[in-house]
């Protein structure tokens, strides 16, 4: 009976594996990343439009969107790729496996890098992470150096310096890999400007970081043996009191709303300010402009690298997915003088390409790259 069972189990799992492309599509699926969006649809319509292989769909549904989308399962309902403006997470990595999705192939594009922009006829802004992390965090540092709700309105009352303007942020949601890596990237480095919190982070002592939550007022039931952790809930926690506005994982949408209000800031990928330099302009962050040069050498603080993730099993049932791999890791896509610097993509150093380029050659899974 056991070993019937056992077969039945085996056949059944054959039966769904073959019947999942029983009525394959003719096209490639890609969801994903906003940021990423751009590079991919250019790399797309020319695929489309030099082989014989039909131009695959691409959806902008945010880094975490895309993940969910992706990793619900294999076979011509779910997409084959999906791009991300972060790296793939643990728990998404396991929520593939619990879906059958076991071998997935990581390409990283290149770099990008966050800014921070209002519209061209506006002022342009200059600010520290600090400055950064006091405008849009949840609970700030008072006086006494216990956490308190955000006080500040206006710019000026951070840095006396800075604009007597109402602070205005339009920025992306929770499920936006440009969510992810603007409070890594901008809310932690500002966060990390005060001791306690500094300390905090680096912290594994667990009398040593209970004794720095009490002093920040932090409650107790935040503890983890690991510093590090407890900052992140304070470093990540962004204001929800109408300072921050969640504008979608539609930039338009941000383009639109500072063009219509000069005295709100924007948060998006270079990319698409590169494109869009005739309506906004970038924010000085720590005294460095988001400029090519300066993304691409590490000197610009906020950025990232870029990804997309490929099913494996869906190589060889969908068509072209082989040769869409290639054409989007070509030096004449993703080099130094490729098609898609045109569109802002910060290129990785050859070495890195040719990696990454014989890797997606190879179709080899990150399982086997650790």
Same mark, same amino acid.
């Given at each position: 009976?056991?070993?019937?069972?056992?077969?039945?189990?085996?056949?059944?799992?054959?039966?769904?594996?073959? @019947?999942? *492309?029983?009525?394959?599509?003719?096209?490639?699926?890609?969801?994903?990343?906003? @940021?990423? !969006?751009?590079?991919?649809?250019?790399?797309?319509?020319?695929?489309?439009?030099?082989?014989?292989?039909?131009?695959?769909?691409?959806?902008?549904?945010?880094?975490?969107?895309? =993940?969910?989308?992706?990793?619900?399962?294999?076979?011509?309902?779910?997409? &084959?790729?999906?791009?991300?403006?972060?790296?793939?997470?643990?728990? $998404?990595?396991?929520?593939?496996?619990? #879906?059958?999705?076991?071998?997935? =192939?990581?390409?990283?594009?290149?770099?990008?890098?966050?800014?921070?922009?209002?519209? %061209?006829?506006?002022?342009?802004?200059?600010?520290?992470?600090? +400055?950064?992390?006091?405008?849009?965090?949840?609970?700030?540092?008072?006086?006494?150096?216990?956490?308190?709700?955000?006080?500040?309105?206006?710019?000026?009352?951070?840095?006396? /310096?800075?604009?007597?303007?109402?602070?205005?942020?339009?920025?992306?949601?929770?499920?936006?890999?440009?969510?992810?890596?603007?409070?890594?990237?901008?809310?932690?480095?500002?966060?990390?400007?005060?001791?306690?919190?500094?300390? =905090?982070?680096?912290?594994?002592?667990?009398? $040593?970081?209970?004794?720095?939550?009490?002093?920040?007022?932090?409650?107790?039931?935040?503890?983890?043996?690991?510093?590090?952790?407890?900052?992140?809930?304070? +470093?990540?926690?962004?204001? $929800?009191?109408?300072? !921050?506005?969640?504008?979608?994982? #539609? &930039?338009?949408?941000?383009?639109? %709303? =500072?063009?219509?209000?000069?005295?709100?800031?924007?948060?998006?990928?270079?990319?698409?300010?590169?494109?869009?330099?005739?309506?906004?302009?970038?924010?000085?962050?720590?005294?460095?402009?988001?400029? *090519?040069?300066?993304?691409?050498?590490?000197? !610009?603080?906020?950025?990232?690298?870029?990804?997309?993730?490929?099913?494996?099993?869906?190589?060889?049932?969908?068509?072209?997915?082989?040769?869409?791999?290639?054409? *989007?890791?070509?030096?004449?896509?993703?080099?130094? $003088?490729?098609?898609?610097? &045109?569109?802002?993509?910060?290129?990785?150093? /050859? /070495?890195?390409?040719?990696?990454?380029?014989? #890797?997606? %050659?190879?179709?080899?899974?990150?399982?086997?790259?650790?």
């Amino acid at each position: 009976m056991f070993k019937q069972a056992c077969v039945m189990t085996t056949l059944s799992a054959v039966f769904i594996s073959g @019947t999942a *492309f029983a009525a394959a599509r003719d096209y490639i699926s890609i969801v994903g990343s906003s @940021t990423v !969006y751009p590079f991919s649809t250019v790399v797309a319509e020319r695929f489309g439009r030099n082989t014989t292989f039909k131009t695959p769909t691409v959806e902008s549904t945010g880094s975490g969107g895309g =993940l969910k989308l992706f990793c619900a399962g294999i076979g011509v309902d779910h997409p &084959d790729v999906t791009n991300a403006s972060r790296r793939i997470k643990a728990s $998404e990595q396991q929520k593939c496996a619990a #879906n059958r999705i076991h071998d997935i =192939l990581e390409v990283k594009v290149g770099y990008d890098g966050i800014v921070l922009a209002n519209a %061209k006829r506006a002022p342009r802004m200059s600010l520290h992470r600090k +400055a950064i992390f006091l405008a849009l965090a949840k609970q700030v540092p008072g006086p006494d150096g216990r956490l308190i709700d955000n006080p500040y309105r206006t710019w000026d009352q951070i840095d006396p /310096a800075l604009p007597g303007t109402r602070i205005e942020v339009l920025g992306p949601p929770p499920t936006s890999g440009t969510r992810d890596a603007f409070v890594e990237l901008a809310m932690e480095g500002g966060a990390k400007q005060f001791a306690d919190l500094k300390k =905090l982070r680096s912290s594994t002592d667990a009398a $040593e970081i209970r004794a720095l939550m009490a002093k920040l007022g932090v409650p107790a039931s935040a503890f983890n043996e690991k510093g590090k952790q407890v900052f992140k809930i304070i +470093a990540h926690a962004i204001r $929800e009191d109408g300072v !921050y506005i969640e504008a979608g994982e #539609n &930039d338009n949408l941000i383009l639109q %709303k =500072l063009a219509a209000n000069l005295k709100a800031v924007g948060i998006f990928g270079y990319s698409f300010l590169d494109q869009n330099r005739d309506q906004v302009k970038g924010t000085l962050v720590d005294g460095h402009m988001p400029e *090519f040069e300066l993304i691409a050498s590490g000197d !610009y603080p906020i950025s990232r690298p870029l990804y997309f993730y490929v099913k494996l099993a869906h190589v060889g049932n969908v068509p072209g997915m082989e040769e869409f791999l290639a054409e *989007f890791t070509s030096d004449q896509a993703w080099g130094d $003088e490729g098609y898609l610097t &045109d569109k802002g993509l910060i290129p990785m150093p /050859a /070495a890195e390409r040719m990696t990454y380029a014989e #890797n997606a %050659k190879l179709l080899t899974p990150m399982s086997k790259l650790r």
